[in-house]
């Protein structure tokens, strides 16, 4: 069973700042990693897959990175639209899991 | 565009049953798989179960195994759970979603809310 741990569980930052939102996997999982972005009363949102591909309309502020078991997504510099919570997924073995989530609120 | 619409959701009692349904529009239905997926109240995601583009497969978690299954009409763009013996840790919002690659879930329906509870 592949179980993804993501950290921190909270991350409180100002606009403009830069975020750096990890995930680590259990086991190998080659690059098939995505994550969504879930705002508050709303559906998740694909951001990117393949661990460092933007999905469609996605903005450039937004990457994914990978290194071995780790995944990294990162914000350049957040707009005030995006606080809300970040899940990772593994895409490796056909069960999809996603991790805990990490909150990204205004500090 | 992609729109997925879900449905059915409600109050059932424990022990229950309940059929959820997501329509697609927008989308070849019969040319991607489509996943579930549920989030109880104030929590986080759970993928609960998905199936190919014609049905030949499926797969689910197993809090769900036996209990749930998961069909699809393609020539009702429609995307189907029945779930049986429901518990109360049923209870969550149901997304529907599009999968892309049989890895990922691109597009998402707004979801419906079971609550299971006598």
């Known amino acids: 069973e592949i179980v993804l741990t993501q950290s921190p569980a909270t991350l409180s930052l100002s606009p403009g700042e830069g975020a750096t939102l990890s995930c680590r996997a259990s086991?190998?999982?080659?690059?098939?990693l995505g994550w969504y972005q879930q705002k508050p009363g709303q559906a998740p949102r694909l951001l990117i897959y393949?661990?460092?591909r933007r999905a469609t309309g996605i903005p450039a502020r937004f990457s994914g990175s990978a290194s071995g078991r780790d995944f990294i997504l990162t914000i350049s510099s957040v707009e005030p639209e995006d606080f809300a919570v970040y899940y990772c997924?593994?895409?490796?073995?056909?069960?999809?899991?996603f991790g805990q989530g990490t909150k990204l609120e205004i500090k | 565009q992609v729109q997925l619409v879900e449905s059915g959701g409600g109050v059932v009692q424990p022990g229950g049953s309940l059929r959820l349904s997501c329509v697609g529009t927008?989308?070849?239905?019969?040319?991607?798989?489509m996943h579930w997926v549920r989030q109880a109240p104030g929590k986080g995601l759970e993928w609960v179960t998905f199936?190919?583009?014609?049905?030949?497969?499926?797969y689910y978690a197993d809090s769900v195994k036996g209990r749930f299954t998961i069909y699809k009409d393609n020539s009702k763009n429609t995307l189907y759970l029945q779930m049986n013996s429901l518990r109360p840790e049923d209870t969550a919002m149901y997304y529907c979603?599009?999968?892309?690659?049989?890895?990922?879930?691109?597009?998402w329906g707004q979801g419906t809310l079971v609550t299971v509870s006598s």
């Open positions: 979603a599009k999968d892309k690659a049989v890895r990922y879930l691109d597009y």
């Open positions: 927008g989308l070849t239905f019969g040319g991607h798989g």
């Open positions: 199936i190919r583009y014609d049905g030949s497969d499926e």
């Open positions: 086991q190998s999982i080659s690059a098939f």
């Open positions: 393949d661990a460092n």
């Open positions: 997924q593994q895409g490796s073995d056909g069960l999809f899991r």
